[in-house]
Every structure is written in C-alpha cells, then in structure tokens.
C-alpha cells in the first residue's frame, strides 16, 4: 500500500484525475459566474439572466452535477449510468452545434462542431467499453477503435487551441476573450478526464476486441462505387463525353484555322497593305507641303514689315505719345502753380480787411435808439 501511494504522489498533476475533475469543477463555477456577471454589467434583469443560464449554461451546469456526483458514494456506484447520462448530453451538444454551424456558417462554429463530434466518438468508445451495451451494440467492429486514446486527445487539444486563437482573433472586448480562455481550458481538462480512463481500461486490461477497421469500409465504398458505375455504364458515357468533347475541340481548331485563312485572302484581295502604305505617303507629302506653305507665308510676312516701315512708324508713334505726355504734365504742372499763387492772394486779401467790432455796432444802435 506504501508503495502504491508513493506512486499516486509521484504523478504529475495532469495525470491526476482528481485534480483534473477539480479543475473541471472550477472552470464551470468560472465560467457561469464570469458570464452571468457581464449580463448584469451590460444591464440585464433577472429573467435575461435566468434564461441565459438555462440555456447557454446549462450544459456545463449538467457537467458540473456529473462530477460533484462522482465524489459521492451513489455516484460512484452508477457510474456507468452517469456516462451515459455524459455521452445523451454530449449528443444534444453536437445537435446544436451542427444547427449553430447550418444557421451561421465560419471557422469558428466548424471547429466548435469538430470538437463537439470527436468528443462524442471519444467518450461512446471509452465509457462503454467495461459495459454491456458495448456488446450488445457491436461496438467491437467500430473502425473508431483504431484511433488511440492518445490521437483522440492530441486532437482535440490541437482543434482547442485553434478555436482558441479563431476566438481571440475576432472578439474585440476583454469578457470575450476571458469567456474564450476559459472554455478551451475547460475543453482540453474534460478531454484529459477521458483520456486518463481511457488509460485506466488499459491497465486494467479491457481490451476493446477490435474487430473493425476503416479498411473494409474503404472496400465497401470502392465495391459500392465500381457497382454503381457498371449498374449506370458510367465508363462508357464517360468515353462517349470524352469523344464529343474532343471532336468539338477539333471542330473548333479547323473553323478557327479557316476563319484565320479567310480573313488573310480577304486582306491581301483587299490589297490592305499597300493602301495603308499609300495613306502614309499622301499624309507625309501633306505634312511637307503645309511646313513649305507655312515657311513661305512667314518669309512674305517678314518681308511686308520690311516694306513698310512698320519698326519706324512704331517708334515715331512712341515718340508722339512721349511727347504727348510731356505736354500734358507740363500743363498740370503750371495749373498748380497758377492755383498757388490764387491762394496767396487770396490769403493776403482776406487777412488786410478789419473784422467789426461788436461794441461799435451796439453804439450805433443804442444812438438811433435814443432819438
């Protein structure tokens, strides 16, 4: 017995199955609180809350039941009865997650729907190996058993970890990404549970008897398809497609060789080429005759300029109007003189003459007055 708890001490804490039913637990309480906490910050009542944990909890709710009642006397005792109660559940997951994956087709809900199935085909080819229904089912000659328990589990851990990457990549706030942490992490410790089982039933030698292999569906698809296609003489409708098609290529090829033929005639009946070269040579000659023109008309302009006079008559007309506008500002010049010397005279005037005084001027009244 020493030696047997030494060796339960020594394990590591992933190969542990109570530690790893603990986490489980733990990451269900986790995840519950965390989501129905970010329904009551985002201002949900309590009937939101509720249902959103009856129906987006629910299921790690059930999980959490399962395992709370493993550590119990009865649960163990119907512990058979509790895994397939495990794998009922798992189904009604795979249904969902398939509609999920119907209704809003991506990435993520693909790989939610993997998950989903593998854990299914990993928990019906574990849990019911040591009972009856395993016989009664023939799960024997399930091509599943190929696949060992460890390949079960990489691959789950594997589709986790990319869901896991898909999810962060696309939520934009901190409860989601949280949310996304959590489920992988409870995702991958339930896979583990199953997987240390599944190596439980191998030391304990219950060997699955494997009787089936993907072999011999291989087989039976190939028997069914080479079946269908002698029932339906597919080999010769494909040779008769082959043949039509291959004549309509070569249909193609001769019209296509004649056309090209046709308009080579057409063209050089057409004589295309030289009238082409004929168009250049009479465009060219143009050209050459408009720069002739052009040149001459300048030369004769040159000339007109020349005789006439023209720089002369120019520069004379400068003249005139420089001569203009000397006259003309000499005039201003002597108008503003002559106004000067007006006001001056005006000034001088004005300042000679003496102002009235007011006292004479009542005098003179005061006297008329009097007589």
């Known amino acids: 017995m ?28 986790i995840i519950v609180i965390l989501s129905q906490s ?37 649960g163990k005792r119907y512990f058979d ?53 395993w016989k009664s089912l023939s799960l024997s000659k399930s091509p599943f058993n190929e696949i060992s328990n460890s390949s079960y589990f990489y691959s789950i851990l594997v589709l986790s970890i990319t869901l896991l990457a898909v999810n962060l990549i696309s939520t934009t706030s901190f409860d989601g990404t949280l949310l996304a942490l959590m489920d992988a992490l409870y995702t991958i410790l339930f896979a583990r549970y199953i997987f240390l089982y599944g190596e439980f039933l191998n030391s304990k030698k ?8 993907f072999d011999q569906y291989k087989e039976k698809v190939k028997e069914e398809v080479t079946g269908f296609i002698e029932d339906n003489k597919l080999d010769e409708k494909i040779e008769n497609m ?13 019209k296509a060789t004649d056309i090209k033929e046709d308009i080579e005639e057409k063209i050089e009946d057409a004589k295309i080429d030289e009238k082409i070269d004929a168009a250049k040579k009479k465009v060219s000659e143009v050209v050459e005759d408009v ?8 030369e004769d302009i040159e000339e007109k300029i020349e005789e006439a006079n023209i720089d002369e008559k120019i520069d004379a007309a400068k003249k005139k109007v420089s001569e203009v506008v000397e006259d003309v ?43």
Do not use: C
Not at 2 to 23: F, G, Q
Not at 291 to 298: C, L, V
């Open 38 to 74: 970010f329904a009551v910050n985002n201002g949900l009542g309590a009937l939101e809350i509720l249902s959103g944990i009856l129906n987006h909890n629910i299921g790690y709710l059930l999980v959490a039941i399962y395992f709370v009642s493993l550590k119990t006397k009865t």
């Open 2 to 29: 020493s030696e047997i708890n030494k060796k339960k001490n020594e394990l590591d804490w992933y190969d542990n199955p109570t530690i790893i039913t603990n986490l489980i637990l733990l990451m269900t309480a």
């Open 329 to 371: 500002k000499d005039k201003v010049t002597d108008k503003k003189k002559e106004k000067k010397v007006k006001e001056k005279t005006e000034k001088k005037f004005f300042s000679r003459k003496k102002p009235v005084s007011k006292t004479k001027v009542e005098k003179t009244n005061t006297k008329k007055g009097s007589k």
């Open 242 to 254: 082959k043949d039509k098609v291959s004549d309509f290529v070569d249909d193609v090829k001769e």
């Open 81 to 133: 009865f509790l895994n397939i109660f495990l794998i009922i559940l798992y189904g009604l997951t795979s249904i969902t997650s398939l509609l999920t994956l119907l209704q809003s087709f991506g990435l993520g809900s693909l790989l939610g729907f993997g998950i989903d199935i593998i854990i299914l085909v990993y928990m019906i080819h574990t849990f019911l190996r040591s009972t009856r229904i």
């Open 206 to 213: 219950i060997s699955i008897n494997n009787e089936g292999n």
């Open 291 to 298: 720069k002739e023109k052009a040149s001459d008309i300048k």
